[in-house]
């Protein structure tokens, strides 16, 4: 059960809802959703109770979802969300526009993050990506350079006017990163670290929230629940792959999750074919489909010296690949009745 107060509702009231609620044996959590206060119970609740605590003070409206899902379910909120990125003057993830993120897989250094930033603004990406830090599955593997990446995305934001979406992989580091980008990734390795959600929630950015590899739909959302009850209505959900028996790529692209979890959840949902596949030949078709799927927009890894690259070069999109990829895409994009969000940049006049 969802009970949704109304804004001018007192704490007194909620208070007293808190009370109806646990006579009547369900365990409400206090939660926001934008400025209004909620009450989350996990329990269902019964028609009649809903009907009792409808009556309560200050309770504008309770919802009885049918499954595990909350504030994430359609049942309460039936239109899609809209997240915008950046303010009124960036993009709007989930509205008409097909928004297209590019960038690095890991941010190297200035010239690199220079050349590719070029090539990918030049090619019409709508926001920057790139890791600065970079959970590995090996010790060994390169792991970002941490604070020295933000700044450097910070410059690159700074120069072209674009939002940037980067990873955050600790609690402590929330603040920081959400001080440098508009927009945190929580990566598929953490998808379930309930305690960075709590901070990524707490933040006031817009989040990214990549599916875990092993992770199954409800899993995938109900962790978006622990975003949304901080009081974070900017999620957007992000499918990168999962782990299957196939080997010819490096996860298995699940698009039919795209299309599922639109039906479930009103927060919009991308893809990121660079991850899914690690093959840079799949990419273009596989963003093709995501499009035609419903996809709201891509994260595409780009890197104009993949061989030299210190994390994911073999799946990475050269400049020319990643321009082509963009004329590709328009037609697709078109035809299920959406446009391609164009960067509201004045540098890209200069490029």
């Not at 609620?21 to 809903?50: D, K």
């Not at 006017?161 to 980067?166: H, K, S, Y």
């Not at 899993?219 to 959900?237: F, Q, R, S």
Request: net charge negative; with cysteine; hydrophobic share 45%.
């Amino acid at each position: 059960m969802i009970v949704v107060m109304s804004r001018e509702a007192t704490q007194d009231q909620a208070e007293k809802v808190g009370t109806l609620l646990r006579e009547n044996g369900l365990h409400p959590v206090f939660g926001a959703a934008g400025s209004a206060t909620v009450l989350v119970a996990e329990e269902p609740g019964t028609r009649e109770l809903a009907s009792a605590v409808q009556a309560a003070g200050g309770v504008d409206r309770v919802v009885l979802p049918p499954g595990p899902q909350r504030l994430t379910s359609r049942h309460f909120l039936p239109q899609d969300t809209r997240v915008a990125v950046a303010g009124a003057d960036g993009p709007v993830i989930g509205g008409r526009g097909f928004v297209v993120i590019a960038g690095p897989c890991a941010v190297e250094n200035q010239q690199q993050m220079t050349t590719v930033v070029d090539a990918v603004v030049a090619g019409g990406a709508a926001m920057l990506r790139g890791g600065a830090f970079k959970p590995r599955t090996s010790p060994y593997s390169f792991q970002g350079l941490g604070v020295a990446g933000l700044a450097l995305l910070a410059e690159q934001r700074s120069r072209t006017g674009l939002p940037v979406v980067t990873e955050v992989v600790t609690p402590e580091d929330v603040e920081r990163v959400a001080e440098e980008s508009d927009m945190l990734q929580i990566g598929a390795r953490n998808m379930q670290n309930f305690t960075l959600l709590r901070e990524a929630g707490k933040s006031g950015r817009a989040v990214l929230l990549k599916r875990g590899m092993a992770a199954t739909v409800e899993e995938w959302l109900l962790a978006a629940e622990y975003l949304m009850h901080m009081g974070n209505g900017d999620v957007v959900l992000c499918e990168r792959g999962i782990r299957s028996y196939e080997r010819s790529t490096r996860f298995t692209l699940d698009l039919s999750a795209v299309a599922e979890a639109k039906r479930l959840t009103h927060l919009p949902v991308v893809v990121d074919p660079s991850h899914g596949t690690g093959r840079p030949h799949l990419v273009r078709p596989m963003s093709l489909a995501a499009a035609a799927c419903g996809a709201d927009g891509l994260l595409i890894d780009v890197h104009t010296d993949a061989r030299a690259a210190l994390c994911d070069g073999a799946q990475a999109l050269d400049g020319a690949q990643f321009a082509d990829l963009m004329e590709q895409l328009k037609p697709v994009v078109e035809a299920v009745g959406r446009t391609l969000a164009q960067p509201r940049s004045p540098y890209l006049t200069q490029v």
